[in-house]
């Protein structure tokens, strides 16, 4: 969460994704066997274009229903640069862009037509396909972040006369893992993902766990905990902006010490407030981070608008500029849009590392567009061979082993302004964020439901803080 998240059409790029490893390819006769088939057309058919938009349709050919939280798409294109970076977007889709995630990986077999790929993957809100059954138009697109037009008559997946449904062997379909439909480019077709084994989490797990029932942010008991309630200034947010730790307050909802992030402005740098809360010490790795927090879509006074960020993420210090051990995992909700997208959407990233000054990222992520508005569970587990995003007991994304942390990183809630565009009253308007509970669990992977038992049991025992977590 630093000054670059200020570049707006830069920020949230999912740019170098998982690496997949060559197999052999496939034939189309087997995807007819396995039940599924991809239908592809083109509604961008230039050979260059300010974005790209592949159009899909998913078929199940088979005779028993597919669990479409199960598929994955790829669709592979020849980056326009070695350091450029895309961003995905769903237009319209007959099941809901919400139920429809992208994001980016590179090939570990290079081509003249692909050294990326696109990937297409469904939430479990999407439901089941039944036999017979397409999920109807999925109108997606993707553009360079910086929206300089794209070439994509060098893309191995792109058709330009394609412009009518049609069955499409160059883009691929996972099923569980395994690749049923279409060749991908130069033997690059994926190998399944590894998926994190939730360990039981007994007493060897060293835990914090923090319930927030302090009485404000100058409580003794809040910085012998190990929090700072930040007060220096700088990024990420609007330029002139304070950090102001009296926003941050601790109060009661539903029975639970809950801590309480505002933010404020009346339009300009100098009556703006941003808020955030963390860790002293990085020293936290791998293992399962979880929390409760309460977005807003509405300000609690004043006109709504404005570009804010509502977030729960983990981080560790950029030592230089695209340093590799840098990590970064990220819960961002924007309620009102920002850096380029019109409404409501909730990103989680996961970040290997960046250039600030010429801008440069690694990383990838997921996303949602609607409303989280409300008490949310969020939940990220990091093992050996993947990061792993929940949201309220639901798979929300998982991101490639290349995104493991090196260092141990520090714990953070933090909500503020992007820039003054999205609301230019100078009204005085203030947001709320709300924290229930903070748990992290080292080296150990936790289901969603693990979770909620540890937090039952620490509350049910009375028990409002701990921290085994040795200092790294």
Known sequence: MRNRRTQAALAVAALLGSAALAALPLTTASAATDGLAVQYRTSAAGATADQSEPWLKLRNTGSSAVDLAQVKIRYYFKADSAGASYRFACSWAVKGCSVITGTFGTLANPTPTADRYLEIGFTPAAGSLAPGADTGDMQLRFHQSTWQPLTQSDDYSFGAGQTSYGDWTKVTAQLAG???????????????????????????GATLFDDFGYTSHTDPALAAHGWRVRSNSGGPGVPGAAWDPSKVTFTTEGGNSVMNLETSSAGSGSSTTHTEVLTQDMKFKNGTYAARVKFSDAPKYGPDGDHIVQTFFTINDLKAPMADDYAEYDFEYLPNGGWGEPSNILYTTSWETYNPDPWQAVNQHSESRQSFAGWHDLVVTVDGTAITYYIDGQLFGTHGSQYLPERPMSINFNQWLIDLNGQTSTTPRAYDQRVDYVLHVKNQVLTPAQVAAKVAAYRSAGTTFVDEVPAS
């Open 178 to 204: 395994q690749t049923v439909w279409g060749t991908a480019p130069g033997g690059n077709n994926p190998d399944p993902t590894p998926t994190p084994t939730p360990t039981d989490p007994g007493p060897s």
